[in-house]
């Protein structure tokens, strides 16, 4: 999310002078963390972290996960982008995760992680991310920390407000940032017919209790506005959703200016236990769509893609009582919600103010009908009927609230780059910390849960300048580590990230650790290209096919040496890796691959394929340094002109005649 930086300035610039707050930026950089802090984040070489932090890496596509406190990286998931460095997207049989109704779609924008919760605490499960721009949801396994479904969702665009889900993951969250013509009509129309013709959809994706797979269970036709966040309620506020709206001006050009116009926008709220009731009353209404959903086997280690035909749809407009709008100072941005389910926060990006909701008093206005009317067919509750209360003079550019458990909200504020903690029952501000700079979204770990932990807070920067080493233009984002478990919030610890973050959550090293997957049982594997030891290696030709059944163990692949490859062939390379053994994995990689090596991990099969474009002798050779002799782990393809008469032969360790009079240029000089 990248900020209009006149208009914020504009408004900093006022604020500032009405002297609400003394400085815009952080004054004492240097000097802001004291000589005891940094070994509050010291994990000793050899010592785990108490934490997993997954970070999302916005348009990096990626999901990225830290141990805590230490801020060491321990790895890149890839999600919606390709990742050569895996082999993910590249090989063939995770080729069909990126699958989308619009085909092979290698790169996507991840904003937003969300753990899976039982009872409203994280489980440690799988962990959920939002693909932005071609919209869709992926679970990560958190057992294999790898991605294992992606399901897109039609009726989107820019996928933002997702993938927040409900307090037992009934169902993971979504809803459209860009409203935009449903896709079962006519969407050719002129686009100043925003106001007719767009519409905003959220979607109710729900989760398999044991096996987490995915189904887009309904959707809900809204007015066309943006949605920009959302979390579900908890506890007394089970079975409703929240999101922040902004455009309810319904502009469709300049909306740095056009979509500024209101002096509120709009929470949404949303009974989906109502929805239910009305779905299972039939008073959905089925219509055609297309969308893609990809699930990953971890017996065949292969993905398949599907394509689904159609969605069940409500329509808020119809059925009165399953969404109402509450006001929501200037175009809100964060939509979060208290440990106990009782406080809504909304964040006004270009609010002076933070209003906190009160579910019961919503609850109330509902039943007393205390509208103030109506916006597109759906109740608008009176801001003073539904409202907590306001916290004054908070700082500048509000985003994004995390809570401690304790009593206390904490907030990010973009333009005045602080974190400020406040009270959420008298709203008084109590602590505020500088950033560096520019905080986005904050992570308290089960911060968004019934049971957050207040112990640390991580706060994710837009804007490092004079933090790190220069690097070019482009500087690391980054993170920043705060002890919030006495009155005061304490800076500890920087540490970059990889791409963009955005959300991130936090689980207990506990609840992920001893689940860890660490190698795939050789006799499962049901990949069809499987071999299962050296002696179901071979090669095997299919018309231009050419299929190598291969196997790699500590410190050879076999077969090594591979002839009768010819030009006009496709190779696949179905690399079995036989070792039973933690972290053991083993690359593959041959010369002039188009696509990117392999890393295959023990017990899986993986396939590269492989088009030569010319004749000579191809080394092909492991990536990971697997062994001591694992220099020694490689093997040679000869590719022979396309009509050439050479057999397709395979072996290892032992030289075959030669197949063909070796050629003149070849020969040895005698
Ligand atoms: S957004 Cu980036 S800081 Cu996409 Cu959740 Cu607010
Ligand atoms: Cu196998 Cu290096």
Redesign the pocket.
């Known amino acids: 999310?990248k900020y209009n930086n006149n208009l914020l300035r504009v408004l900093a610039i006022t604020v500032c002078a009405a002297s609400l707050i003394s400085s815009c930026k952080p004054k004492n950089a240097g000097s802001a963390v004291d000589a005891g802090a940094a070994a509050k984040a010291y994990v000793p070489p050899g010592k785990y972290d108490q934490f997993y932090n997954f970070v999302s890496g916005?348009f990096s596509g990626q999901m990225s996960v830290y141990g805590l406190p230490s801020g060491r990286l321990l790895r890149v998931i890839p999600v919606f982008s390709v990742d050569p460095e895996k082999g993910y997207g590249y090989s063939e049989e995770s080729k069909p995760m990126l699958n989308t109704s619009h085909g092979f779609v290698p790169w996507d924008d991840l904003?937003?992680t969300e753990l899976s919760q039982t009872n409203g605490e994280i489980d440690g499960r799988w962990v959920f991310g939002n693909a932005?721009n071609t919209p869709r949801v992926a679970r990560i396994d958190l057992t294999t920390f790898r991605t294992a479904e992606i399901i897109e969702l039609p009726n989107s665009a820019g996928n933002?407000s997702s993938p927040f889900i409900t307090e037992n993951t009934e169902y993971v969250v979504a809803g459209t940032r860009f409203s935009v013509p449903p896709d079962n009509v006519n969407g050719d129309v002129p686009i100043n017919t925003y106001k007719q013709n767009f519409k905003g959809y959220i979607s109710f994706i729900s989760v398999g209790k044991e096996d987490g797979k995915m189904d887009l269970a309904f959707q809900i036709e809204c007015p066309g506005v943006n949605f920009?966040?959302s979390h579900a309620g908890k506890g007394k506020s089970h079975g409703w959703f929240f999101f922040s709206c902004y455009n309810t001006e319904q502009a469709n050009t300049l909306l740095e200016v056009n979509a500024s116009q209101k002096d509120k926008d709009f929470i949404m709220a949303v009974n989906w236990k109502k929805a239910e009731e009305y779905l299972k009353a039939g008073k959905g209404r089925k219509v055609a769509a297309k969308y893609a959903r990809n699930r990953y086997n971890e017996k065949s280690h292969t993905a398949t893609s599907e394509i689904l035909n159609e969605v069940t749809v409500l329509d808020a407009k119809e059925l009165k009582d399953i969404c109402y709008f509450m006001p929501c100072p200037k175009s809100p941005?964060?939509c979060d919600v208290d440990p106990t389910g009782e406080y809504i926060v909304g964040s006004g990006k270009l609010a002076a103010l933070i209003p906190v909701f009160s579910f019961d008093k919503m609850q109330k206005a509902i039943a007393d009908k205390a509208f103030e009317g109506e916006f597109e067919g759906i109740p608008v509750i009176k801001y003073d009927a539904a409202l907590h209360g306001e916290v004054k003079k908070p700082g500048l550019g509000p985003?994004?609230t995390e809570f401690d458990g304790k009593g206390f909200a904490y907030t990010?504020f973009?333009v005045s780059s602080e974190v400020v903690k406040w009270n959420i029952k008298d709203l008084a501000v109590v602590d505020r910390v500088p950033t560096y700079y520019s905080v986005?979204?904050l992570c308290i770990p089960g911060g968004d849960t019934k049971k957050p932990t207040g112990q640390y807070l991580i706060a994710?920067n837009?804007i490092t300048k004079d933090r790190y080493l220069p690097t070019g233009p482009e500087l690391a984002q980054s993170a920043q580590l705060y002890d919030i478990s006495g009155e005061k919030m304490q800076l500890i610890l920087d540490f970059p990230t990889i791409g963009?973050p955005?959300?991130a959550q936090a689980a207990p090293a506990d609840l992920i650790k001893n689940r860890s997957v660490k190698f795939f049982k050789i006799d499962e594997n049901t990949n069809p290209y499987v071999a299962k030891g050296e002696p179901e290696a071979k090669v095997v030709r299919e018309g231009n096919k050419v299929h190598v059944y291969m196997t790699s163990i500590r410190s050879h692949f076999a077969p090594d040496n591979i002839e009768g490859v010819k030009l006009g062939d496709e190779v696949y390379f179905h690399v079995t890796n036989l070792e039973q053994d933690w972290d053991v994995p083993h690359g593959f990689a041959v010369k002039g691959a188009a696509n990117a090596e392999l890393l295959i991990m023990p017990g899986e099969t993986q396939t590269l394929k492989w088009v030569p474009n010319r004749t000579g002798i191809f080394p092909m050779y492991c990536t990971d340094f697997c062994s001591a002799l694992h220099q020694e782990m490689q093997g040679y393809v000869r590719v022979s002109p396309a009509g050439s008469n050479v057999p397709l032969t395979f072996s290892i360790g032992t030289n075959k005649p030669a197949a063909d009079p070796v050629p003149a240029a070849a020969a040895p000089a005698k």
């Open positions: 999310m916005g904003h937003h932005n933002h920009d966040l941005h964060g985003l994004h990010t973009f986005g979204h994710y837009k963009e955005h959300y």
